[in-house]
């Protein structure tokens, strides 16, 4: 488990950053089709869906509270109360003997203080990163739509906290009434090009019903 980041805002244990990214595209695109051949998960309780590929594995287990935080974030949406805290509601990846790896976690955290759009939210989780990763870098930040909602995918590199060496990394962050969605995807360090498109159609392919 060792090579599993995952994007704890609040907590710190993944955080994305703020410099100048190299590539902006600012226009909506097309949402592709998820691959015919990926595996769809959807929760017990009917709130998203996310598709993998067909030889990844979920890896729930290794989440702790998984059915409380679910509920927690169900709740929050239900009701229109700010959520409380950072959960993770999702972990999965090509089963290795070293971990999961690549792998794609979903993280649910409450809206920051003070953000009523998405391109606030994006800003705000793009805030503090220097404090833990000095050497962040955006190497290409697209808005576009995931699931019919506004949606912003990020490439980045940088020395996370217990990593050696650069990781590169694929995040998308989506807002969903008072709760900031982010799909994190890991590669095996160095071996980002291999998984791009993987990691790309996976975090696409999240669905939120609620």
């Known amino acids: 488990m060792k090579r ?13 950053g703020c410099q100048s990214p190299t590539t902006v595209v600012p226009t909506p695109l097309p949402e592709p089709e998820i691959p015919a051949h990926y595996t769809t998960y959807t929760d017990e309780a009917q709130l998203f869906s996310i598709s993998y590929p067909p030889d990844w594995e979920t890896a729930l287990s290794f989440i702790p509270d998984v059915k409380k935080n ?32 690549p792998n794609v976690n979903i993280v649910v955290e409450p809206m920051p203080a003070g953000v009523k ?19 962040y870098l955006i190497l290409t930040q697209l808005k576009t739509t995931v699931g019919g909602k506004e949606a912003t995918i990020i490439d980045a590199e940088g020395t996370f906290p217990g990593q050696q060496g650069k990781q590169r990394i694929l995040q998308m962050f989506t807002l969903v009434d008072k709760t900031v969605w982010v799909v994190t995807g ?12 993987d990691l790309h159609a996976v975090a696409r392919s999240l669905r939120i019903f609620k």
Do not use: C, Y
């Not at 890991?186 to 498109?197: H, I, K, L, N, Y």
């Open 4 to 16: 599993i980041l995952l994007s704890f805002l609040g907590i710190g244990l993944f955080l994305t």
């Open 186 to 197: 890991t590669p095996p360090s160095g071996d980002f090009d291999r998984w791009a498109e």
């Open 70 to 101: 679910l509920e927690e974030v169900l709740n929050s949406i239900q009701s229109g109360t700010a959520l409380e805290k950072v959960s993770i509601v999702f972990l999965a990846g090509l089963k290795s003997t070293s971990g999961f790896t």
């Open 117 to 135: 759009t998405h391109d606030k939210m994006v800003e705000a989780e793009l805030k503090g990163v220097q404090q833990f990763v000095q050497d």
